[in-house]
């Protein structure tokens, strides 16, 4: 018999798997790990007792590739005198990237991750030194909802993807191109995953989609299938409701919302629902109506600041964070200016800020010109980190002296004795255990505070 890989190895095969990127990259992990479990493999940290390691990686932004580019050449060194083990994986939105190819056994698409068990066996097999990687015709109806997620370790709080893929092409983004058309898993299935994760202890789950507000469950398959005379049509604010009154004591979150799909009746079922939290994630991109339109985002500045005001007048407690891009192509100053104003308009309690680093494969990259300079957009960027730090210092300051209710999440970072956890608005509380476990809601008197987290001590009057 040929001897190969499978008859010089003895199971169990050990892998190691690394996530870079979104929260939908810390999902999906979960997924191939509940995946290869199911199939024999072994989950193990242990860079050095794996058989195979896998990256889940990212390629929103160039230096997430090449953070990935690095890791894989600090990796190599497991790999010396030509040896075959261990195999090297990548998978996400990195996987059709011809780049890597000679540093790679395999790579496999976010569409496609059913079939990892079989791709590594069939690696395994192959007695050639070198195997290109195998790109996979993916599934673009795949959504994984019969799959458990599985976590790393025990946690409180967990992730759950509900659309996956995206339809509203921004011409910036690569993501329609890495994870395709977009499509909703069944609210059945949802529901029961939910419940599932309530059972086994999880006390928040973020439902997640690249644009979670357009969800929408016809009965299956792509949206532009959609038949209007369907009457069991669920879109996300009843899902979010159904979810809500089927699940009480679950906290519920979600994540993204593009302010073009944002629907009246969203903001709505959050404000009915106590165990909907009280934060919306609604990214901007920019303040300028040039760049918005340049950016394919179809919604304007004064649309997009009378949605703000809508959430604000039926929740004034509801926190709100952005993203924001600067220096994409014709960008002048006046508009970065706008995007100025219009961040001291909305005063948000945080955000999350980029400069532009164009895709290959977006419309961007193919028809605009990425014409501003380096030292132009980091200038920028500086401008409205330093814009958004004073901003987040003035709506933490607002919760000196209030009570706020924090689910225990785990231990502090900074000190073993402090307990941390978060609010509905989503800011991070840290505060003296006492005799408080993880998973409890508790009662928190805020004292002090940081631009990222607030500081308090257990309410004692509150708690009884
Ligand atoms: N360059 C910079 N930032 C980007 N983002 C998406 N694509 C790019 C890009 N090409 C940012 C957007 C998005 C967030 C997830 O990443 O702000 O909302
Ligand atoms: Fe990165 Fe976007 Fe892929 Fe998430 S979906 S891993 S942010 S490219």
Request: with cysteine; net charge positive; hydrophobic share 30%.
């Amino acid at each position: 018999m040929k001897k190969n890989f499978l008859t010089t190895w003895k199971t169990p095969f050990f892998y190691y798997i690394e996530s870079y990127g979104c929260q939908m990259n810390v999902s999906d992990t979960e997924i191939i790990i509940s995946i290869l479990s199911k199939n024999g493999f072994l989950l193990t940290n242990n860079l050095k007792k794996a058989h195979i390691i896998l990256l889940n990686t990212c390629a929103i932004r160039e230096k997430a590739e090449l953070s990935i580019k690095n890791r894989l050449d600090n990796l190599r060194y497991l790999k010396s005198n030509n040896q075959k083990i261990p195999l090297f994986g990548i998978l996400g939105c990195l996987s059709k990237s011809e780049k890597y190819s000679n540093l790679i056994d395999f790579s496999i698409g976010p569409n496609s991750y059913r079939k990892i068990p079989d791709i590594i066996r069939l690696v395994m097999r192959n007695d050639e030194k070198k195997i290109t990687p195998i790109l996979l015709s993916e599934n673009q109806d795949e959504t994984y909802e019969n799959i458990s997620p599985s976590p790393y370790k025990k946690k409180i709080t967990t992730f759950l993807s509900i659309t996956r893929g995206c339809d509203n092409m921004c011409t910036f983004c690569i993501v329609p191109f890495t994870r395709g058309r977009e499509r909703s898993s069944s609210p059945y299935s949802i529901i029961k995953e939910c419940e599932n994760l309530y059972e086994k202890g999880y006390k928040e789950v973020t439902l997640l989609g690249q644009n979670v507000d357009s969800y929408f469950w016809f009965g299956g398959g792509l949206k532009k299938q959609i038949n209007n005379s369907n009457e069991k049509i669920i879109d996300f604010s009843r899902l979010l409701d159904l979810l809500a009154s089927k699940i009480p004591f679950m906290r519920i979150r979600f994540s993204t919302s593009n302010p073009h799909d944002m629907s009246d009746r969203v903001i709505e079922v959050v404000s009915k629902h106590s165990n909907i939290c009280k934060h919306i994630h609604l990214p901007v991109q920019s303040g300028s109506n040039k760049i918005l339109k340049l950016m394919n985002r179809k919604y304007t500045r004064e649309k997009y600041l009378s949605l703000i005001q809508k959430i604000r007048s039926i929740m004034p407690e509801c926190s709100i964070s952005h993203d924001i891009i600067t220096g994409f192509c014709n960008e002048e100053e006046e508009n970065h200016l706008e995007t100025i104003s219009l961040m001291n308009e909305v005063k948000y309690d945080y955000g999350y800020m980029f400069s532009y680093s164009p895709r290959p494969g977006t419309y961007a990259y193919k028809k605009l010109k990425d014409n501003v300079p380096e030292p132009v957009k980091k200038r920028r960027l500086k401008e409205i980190i330093d814009l958004q730090r004073i901003h987040s210092i003035f709506k933490m300051k607002k919760y000196l002296g209030t009570t706020q209710e924090v689910l225990i999440e785990g231990k502090s970072k900074k000190n073993n004795q402090d307990w941390y956890g978060r609010n509905t608005q989503n800011i991070v509380v840290v505060f003296p255990k006492k005799l408080s476990k993880i998973g409890e809601i508790v009662f928190v008197k805020i004292t002090n505070c940081t631009s990222a987290t607030l500081i308090g001590r257990i309410d004692d009057n509150e708690n009884k």
